[in-house]
């Protein structure tokens, strides 16, 4: 296992990436936030609360949303879904998805399709905090990234978060 961003470099990284969305989308008015089921929605409950202490929190429109099912790439087992929680409409609204890991870039794209269950966005931003560039199988680009990692395919990247592992730190782990 080799550390890639330590408990203190993680903290700064999500405040510098709570920071970049602020900086385009100033007051949040026309901008909504949603995490992606299930380990996005460690990394975009800390983004919110870092513009909580922004903005007030009531002008932050904040959901999360499960792709189990729009997937295309686990068709032959049974899956158990997690929630999804947009209670607002994203019609005409700007849209900052928000990731832990960009890969293949598959999760974003089953993503789009969700959403299209919502409504029609303005616009698609995407935020994630570790962005695998060389991975990808479709043409799927971040808007804000917290870290670029070179990693063989063979490699895992793990993002450890306090609320669910007992410790931030994202490391990458070779498949042995």
């Known amino acids: 296992?080799?550390?890639?961003?330590?408990?203190?470099?993680?903290?700064?990284?999500?405040?510098?990436?709570?920071?970049q969305v602020l900086e385009d989308h100033i007051d949040l008015e026309n901008t909504v936030i949603i995490g992606l089921q299930p380990r996005g929605i460690y990394l975009?409950?800390?983004?919110?609360?870092?513009?909580?202490k922004e903005i007030p929190m009531e002008q932050v429109k904040y959901g999360q949303l499960d792709i189990t099912f729009y997937r295309d790439d686990v068709r032959n087992q049974l899956h158990i879904a997690n929630a999804t929680h947009i209670p607002f409409s994203i019609e005409g609204k700007k849209v900052v998805l928000i990731d832990d890991v960009l890969f293949t870039g598959r999760t974003i794209r089953a993503a789009l399709d969700a959403l299209l269950?919502?409504?029609?966005?303005?616009?698609?931003?995407?935020?994630?905090?570790?962005?695998?560039?060389f991975s990808r199988e479709l043409p799927i680009q971040p808007n804000y990234v917290g870290r670029s990692v070179?990693?063989?395919?063979?490699?895992?990247?793990?993002?450890?978060?306090q609320d669910k592992d007992g410790k931030d730190e994202v490391a990458l782990l070779d498949n042995e």
């Open 44 to 52: 975009s409950d800390k983004i919110v609360a870092e513009i909580g």
């Open 1 to 19: 296992m080799k550390p890639i961003l330590t408990a203190q470099q993680l903290s700064i990284t999500v405040r510098r990436l709570a920071q």
């Open 117 to 133: 269950d919502f409504g029609r966005p303005q616009k698609v931003e995407l935020c994630v905090l570790i962005d695998r560039r």
């Open 150 to 161: 070179d990693a063989l395919v063979s490699q895992k990247i793990k993002v450890f978060w």
